[in-house]
């Protein structure tokens, strides 16, 4: 277990702290991202899946209204926003569960919404919004 603090003050070193751990990700890893709106957890995938995937940032877009969108290059990538979810139940009745555990990387914004179904393994990133262009970011592992 560790925990690493990153201070980033634009978006592109926030992208950028996404790639690097995207980088290193081996399949089946769950991450969890945590932090208030506007905290920057779509920007931080961004940069994760790039770096995971082999895509560019700018394929990378919020799926707040369709809950799931599917990153494919070298590896997939899971990229759940589960703001709109209800909780557990309403997951599992959308069929995302397999996802969790279909070997490639999943990054879940809010996973707060689904905590009994990830496995204590998980990733958990806090990004904290400084100001307006400062971000603090908590990687626990």
Same mark, same amino acid.
């Not at 979810?85 to 309403?90: C, G, K, T």
């Given at each position: 277990?560790?925990?690493?603090?990153?201070?980033?003050?634009?978006?592109?070193?926030?992208?950028?702290?996404?790639?690097?751990?995207?980088?290193?990700?081996?399949?089946?890893?769950?991450?969890?991202? @945590?932090?208030?709106?506007?905290?920057?957890?779509?920007?931080?995938?961004?940069?994760?899946?790039?770096?995971?995937?082999?895509?560019?940032?700018?394929?990378?877009?919020?799926?707040? @209204?369709?809950?799931?969108?599917?990153?494919?290059?070298?590896?997939?990538?899971?990229? @759940?926003?589960?703001?709109?979810?209800?909780?557990?139940?309403?997951?599992?009745?959308?069929? @995302?569960?397999?996802?969790?555990?279909?070997?490639?990387?999943?990054?879940?914004?809010?996973?707060?919404?689904?905590?009994?179904?990830?496995?204590?393994?998980?990733?958990?990133?806090?990004?904290?919004?400084?100001?307006?262009?400062?971000?603090?970011?908590?990687?626990?592992?």
């Amino acid at each position: 277990m560790g925990m690493n603090l990153h201070t980033c003050h634009t978006v592109e070193q926030t992208i950028n702290q996404g790639y690097d751990l995207g980088s290193q990700l081996p399949n089946g890893s769950i991450v969890c991202l @945590f932090g208030e709106l506007g905290a920057g957890k779509t920007t931080f995938v961004k940069g994760l899946a790039a770096g995971a995937a082999g895509i560019t940032p700018q394929q990378v877009n919020s799926p707040t @209204f369709v809950y799931l969108n599917i990153y494919k290059g070298h590896r997939t990538v899971y990229h @759940f926003d589960l703001y709109r979810l209800r909780d557990a139940d309403e997951f599992l009745s959308m069929g @995302f569960e397999d996802m969790l555990f279909a070997g490639g990387i999943c990054c879940i914004e809010w996973s707060e919404k689904i905590a009994p179904l990830l496995p204590p393994s998980c990733l958990k990133i806090t990004l904290l919004h400084e100001s307006e262009s400062t971000r603090i970011i908590r990687i626990d592992s």
